[in-house]
């Protein structure tokens, strides 16, 4: 059996997303491999997500979808599903993963997942 990949974040992670911080709001990016079964779970895990934690810290999804055919990709880089959630700061995301109601629904994601890339984004400036 091959070992699990990560898709959590750590607190060293947390750490260093912190002291990156440029200020404003951040859209974190999650690409997201499905373990068998996972696409029911993570359902669940975004149905609290929606209704309860984005709201309560100012977030909201920006876009959610179904991977399709990757054009440029080697193989085994094709995602199951796309998500942007756009936050009102870096500080916010990591408050809300700081909660204890949150903490305890975020097994489902850890459970639905095989394989998951959370990674801040930041806006372009213009050149």
């Not at 059996?1 to 974190?28: C, F, I, T």
């Not at 942007?84 to 993963?97: G, I, K, N």
């Amino acid at each position: 059996m091959l070992p699990r990949m990560a898709v959590d974040p750590r607190g060293a992670d947390l750490k260093r997303y912190l002291a990156e911080d440029p200020g404003g709001p951040v859209v974190m990016l999650n690409l997201l491999r499905f373990a068998e079964g996972g696409r029911e779970r993570y359902a669940e895990y975004a149905a609290a997500l929606e209704q309860t934690f984005l709201p309560k810290y100012g977030a909201e999804v920006v876009f959610a979808g179904n991977g399709s055919t990757a054009l440029v990709a080697e193989d085994g880089q094709a995602w199951d599903a796309v998500v942007l959630v756009r936050y009102p700061s870096r500080e916010a995301f990591l408050t809300m993963v700081s909660d204890p109601a949150y903490q305890e629904v975020t097994h489902l994601r850890t459970e639905a997942l095989d394989e998951a890339v959370l990674q801040a984004t930041v806006k372009w400036s213009p050149v």
